[in-house]
C-alpha cells in the first residue's frame, strides 16, 4: 500500500517534496492556501528578477549603447508594459507548476490548512485544482505530513510605522507598484533591499538605504560587499550603515523619517518607504501546537533529516530552515520526501549557494574570508579582478572580481565569491567545489573555456600562489 502524504504549502519547498514523494510511491496532496510557487514565484524571486532583467537591458542601452556602437534614439521605459510582462512571466511559470503536479498525479486542494493530529489536516475553504477557493470545508488522513509553510515579510515595531499606509510598503508592495516613485527609502540593506535598490535606481528614482548593520549584505563576504556598494553608490544610491530608522511621520504628500546615523541625526523626505528588515516564519494558525510541534520563535524546529519532533510530521522551507532561500526550500523537500518514503536522507548546507541579482551580481559558498579565519585554520585567499578577464572587457562588466579562500596546508576550497559577469550562473562551479572537497590544485588543472568569464575562476586558484597567468607579476 502506497503512504498518503500532505503537503501544506505549494511553494518551492512544497511542490518538489510533492512530485519527489510522488516519484518514490506516495499518494500526494498539497494544500496552497493562495497560489502555487509561494512567496519564489509570485512576490519574491521570480517577478525581482523579471524587473531587474528590464533594468539591466535599459542601462545597458542608456549608458553603455553608445560606447559599443548601438544607438537608439528617444530610449524610454514604460513601467505598466514592464509590470505587465512580469505578470505573463510568473502566470506561465505557475502554470508550469500546476503541470508538473498534475503530470505526477499530485492532487492539489485550496484552502487554510491547519494539523488537529499528527496525521489529520484540516483544509476550511477547501476547492479542488484550480479553484481559487472554496465555502466548505475537509479533513484529509495522511500517513504524513509535510509543513512547507512558507514565510511574510517581518514589520519592525516602529513609531509610525503604520502597514496600512499605502506608502508603506513591504516587498510584496514593491513589486506591484503602479506607478514608480520619485524617491524611496529601503529600511534594511539585506539581499532584498540591495537587489530592490538596483531596480529603482537604474529606472531613475531617488534610492535611500538605511541599514542597521555596519554595512551592507553583512552575510556576504566584506570585499563583495564593498564593490556592490560602491556600483550601487555610483548609480546614485546613498547608504547610512550603522543607523536606525527611529520615527516615520506623515508630512503632506511626504513620509518624513527620523534616522540615528553614525554622522548625526538625519531626516529624510520620501516618498515611498520600503520595509525590507528580513521575513519570519508564517507558522500563526497551523495547528503545530495542538499536534505536539515544537516551534523557537516561530520557526519550526526540525533535525538534518527535516523530521519535527512528532513521528511523521516534517517541516521544510521558511518555516523551518536556518536559510530562507527558494533553492535550499527544495532540497529540503526533496530530503524530507526520501525520508518518508524509507530512504535515508540528510540535509547538508555547506554547499548552500547565495545569488544578488543586483548589476554588478554577487554569488558566493561556503565560507568567507572573515569566517574561515574564525575557525583558527590557516587561509589563503586569491583573486583575480575582471577587469584582466577578456570575455568581461569586451561585454563591459568588469568591475567585478572573483576570490576564493582555500585553506593553507592541502589547499581545499573553503569559498568562493563572485562579483560580477555571470556570478549567479558560474557560482555552482563552486559548490560542486565544495561538495567534493576540491582543492586549488584541481580547479587551476580543470581547462576552462576561452574566451568565459569562469577562467577567471582559475586564475582566482592561480593567485592564490601568485601565479596568476594574466595578471602583472608582483615585484
Same mark, same amino acid.
Given at each position: 500500500?502506497?503512504?498518503?502524504?500532505?503537503?501544506?504549502?505549494?511553494?518551492?519547498?512544497?511542490?518538489?517534496?510533492?512530485?519527489?514523494?510522488?516519484?518514490?510511491?506516495?499518494?500526494?496532496?498539497?494544500?496552497?492556501?493562495?497560489?502555487?510557487?509561494?512567496?519564489?514565484?509570485?512576490?519574491?524571486?521570480?517577478?525581482?528578477?523579471?524587473?531587474?532583467?528590464?533594468?539591466?537591458?535599459?542601462?545597458?542601452?542608456?549608458?553603455?549603447?553608445?560606447?559599443?556602437?548601438?544607438?537608439?534614439?528617444?530610449?524610454?521605459?514604460?513601467?505598466?508594459?514592464?509590470?505587465?510582462?512580469?505578470?505573463?512571466?510568473?502566470?506561465?511559470?505557475?502554470?508550469?507548476?500546476?503541470?508538473?503536479?498534475?503530470?505526477?498525479?499530485?492532487?492539489?486542494?485550496?484552502?487554510?490548512?491547519?494539523?488537529?493530529?499528527?496525521?489529520?489536516?484540516?483544509?476550511?475553504?477547501?476547492?479542488?485544482?484550480?479553484?481559487?477557493?472554496? #465555502?466548505?470545508?475537509?479533513?484529509?488522513?495522511?500517513?504524513?505530513?509535510?509543513?512547507?509553510?512558507?514565510?511574510?515579510?517581518?514589520?519592525?515595531?516602529?513609531?509610525?510605522?503604520?502597514?496600512?499606509?499605502?506608502?508603506?510598503?513591504? #516587498?510584496?508592495?514593491?513589486?506591484?507598484?503602479?506607478?514608480?516613485?520619485?524617491?524611496?527609502?529601503?529600511?534594511?540593506?539585506?539581499?532584498?533591499?540591495?537587489?530592490?535598490?538596483?531596480?529603482?535606481?537604474?529606472?531613475?528614482? !531617488?534610492?535611500?538605504?538605511?541599514?542597521?548593520?555596519?554595512?551592507?549584505?553583512?552575510?556576504?563576504?566584506?570585499?563583495?560587499?564593498?564593490?556592490?556598494?560602491? !556600483?550601487?553608490?555610483?548609480?546614485?544610491?546613498?547608504?547610512?550603515?550603522?543607523?536606525?530608522?527611529?520615527?516615520?511621520?506623515?508630512?503632506?504628500?511626504?513620509?518624513?523619517?527620523?534616522?540615528?546615523?553614525?554622522?548625526?541625526?538625519?531626516?529624510?523626505?520620501?516618498?515611498?518607504?520600503?520595509?525590507?528588515?528580513?521575513?519570519?516564519?508564517?507558522?500563526?494558525?497551523?495547528?503545530?501546537?495542538?499536534?505536539?510541534?515544537?516551534?523557537?520563535?516561530?520557526?519550526?524546529?526540525?533535525?538534518?533529516?527535516?523530521?519535527?519532533?512528532?513521528?511523521?510530521?516534517?517541516?521544510?522551507?521558511?518555516?523551518?530552515?536556518?536559510?530562507?532561500?527558494?533553492?535550499?526550500?527544495?532540497?529540503?523537500?526533496?530530503?524530507?520526501?526520501?525520508?518518508?518514503?524509507?530512504?535515508?536522507?540528510?540535509?547538508?548546507?555547506?554547499?548552500?549557494?547565495?545569488?544578488?541579482?543586483?548589476?554588478?551580481?554577487?554569488?558566493?559558498?561556503?565560507?568567507?574570508?572573515?569566517?574561515?579565519?574564525?575557525?583558527?585554520?590557516?587561509?589563503?585567499?586569491?583573486?583575480?579582478?575582471?577587469?584582466?578577464?577578456?570575455?568581461?572587457?569586451?561585454?563591459?562588466?568588469?568591475?567585478?572580481?572573483?576570490?576564493?579562500?582555500?585553506?593553507?596546508?592541502?589547499?581545499?576550497?573553503?569559498?568562493?565569491?563572485?562579483?560580477?559577469?555571470?556570478?549567479?550562473?558560474?557560482?555552482?562551479?563552486?559548490?560542486?567545489?565544495?561538495?567534493?572537497?576540491?582543492?586549488?590544485?584541481?580547479?587551476?588543472?580543470?581547462?576552462?573555456?576561452?574566451?568565459?568569464?569562469?577562467?577567471?575562476?582559475?586564475?582566482?586558484?592561480?593567485? #592564490?600562489?601568485?601565479?596568476?597567468?594574466?595578471?602583472?607579476?608582483?615585484?
Amino acid at each position: 500500500m502506497s503512504k498518503r502524504v500532505v503537503v501544506i504549502g505549494g511553494g518551492p519547498g512544497g511542490y518538489v517534496a510533492a512530485i519527489r514523494a510522488a516519484q518514490l510511491g506516495a499518494s500526494v496532496t498539497v494544500i496552497e492556501k493562495n497560489r502555487l510557487g509561494g512567496t519564489c514565484l509570485n512576490v519574491g524571486c521570480i517577478p525581482t528578477k523579471v524587473l531587474l532583467h528590464s533594468a539591466e537591458l535599459y542601462t545597458a542601452m542608456k549608458d553603455e549603447g553608445p560606447g559599443i556602437g548601438i544607438f537608439a534614439d528617444n530610449l524610454r521605459f514604460d513601467w505598466t508594459v514592464i509590470g505587465q510582462r512580469k505578470k505573463t512571466v510568473v502566470d506561465h511559470l505557475v502554470g508550469g507548476v500546476e503541470g508538473l503536479l498534475k503530470s505526477n498525479g499530485v492532487e492539489c486542494v485550496y484552502g487554510e490548512a491547519r494539523l488537529t493530529a499528527p496525521g489529520s489536516v484540516e483544509v476550511s475553504g477547501a476547492a479542488g485544482a484550480g479553484t481559487a477557493s472554496g #465555502s466548505g470545508s475537509r479533513v484529509i488522513g495522511a500517513d504524513a505530513v509535510i509543513v512547507a509553510a512558507g514565510s511574510e515579510p517581518a514589520f519592525p515595531p516602529i513609531p509610525g510605522l503604520d502597514p496600512k499606509d499605502p506608502d508603506i510598503i513591504t #516587498s510584496d508592495g514593491a513589486l506591484s507598484l503602479g506607478a514608480l516613485p520619485k524617491s524611496i527609502a529601503i529600511a534594511g540593506g539585506g539581499v532584498i533591499g540591495v537587489e530592490l535598490a538596483s531596480v529603482f535606481a537604474s529606472f531613475g528614482v !531617488s534610492v535611500t538605504v538605511v541599514e542597521m548593520l555596519p554595512r551592507i549584505l553583512p552575510n556576504v563576504d566584506a570585499e563583495a560587499a564593498a564593490i556592490l556598494r560602491y !556600483s550601487l553608490e555610483s548609480k546614485g544610491v546613498v547608504f547610512y550603515t550603522g543607523a536606525r530608522l527611529q520615527n516615520v511621520a506623515r508630512g503632506g504628500n511626504a513620509l518624513e523619517l527620523d534616522v540615528a546615523a553614525e554622522s548625526g541625526p538625519v531626516r529624510l523626505s520620501v516618498e515611498k518607504l520600503l520595509v525590507a528588515a528580513g521575513r519570519r516564519p508564517r507558522t500563526a494558525g497551523l495547528g503545530l501546537e495542538a499536534a505536539g510541534v515544537k516551534t523557537d520563535r516561530g520557526r519550526v524546529v526540525v533535525n538534518d533529516r527535516m523530521e519535527t519532533g512528532v513521528p511523521n510530521v516534517y517541516a521544510i522551507g521558511d518555516c523551518a530552515s536556518p536559510i530562507m532561500l527558494a533553492h535550499v526550500a527544495s532540497r529540503e523537500g526533496e530530503v524530507a520526501a526520501e525520508n518518508i518514503m524509507g530512504h535515508r536522507a540528510v540535509m547538508d548546507y555547506k554547499t548552500v549557494p547565495s545569488a544578488i541579482y543586483t548589476s554588478p551580481a554577487v554569488a558566493s559558498v561556503g565560507l568567507s574570508e572573515e569566517a574561515a579565519v574564525k575557525t583558527g585554520v590557516k587561509v589563503r585567499v586569491g583573486r583575480f579582478p575582471l577587469a584582466a578577464n577578456g570575455k568581461s572587457v569586451l561585454s563591459g562588466d568588469s568591475g567585478g572580481m572573483i576570490k576564493i579562500v582555500s585553506e593553507e596546508r592541502y589547499g581545499e576550497i573553503l569559498g568562493v565569491h563572485i562579483v560580477g559577469g555571470p556570478a549567479t550562473d558560474m557560482i555552482g562551479e563552486g559548490g560542486l567545489a565544495l561538495r567534493l572537497e576540491a582543492t586549488l590544485d584541481e580547479i587551476v588543472s580543470a581547462v576552462h573555456a576561452h574566451p568565459t568569464v569562469s577562467e577567471a575562476l582559475g586564475e582566482a586558484a592561480l593567485a #592564490s600562489w601568485g601565479r596568476a597567468i594574466h595578471l602583472p607579476k608582483s615585484s
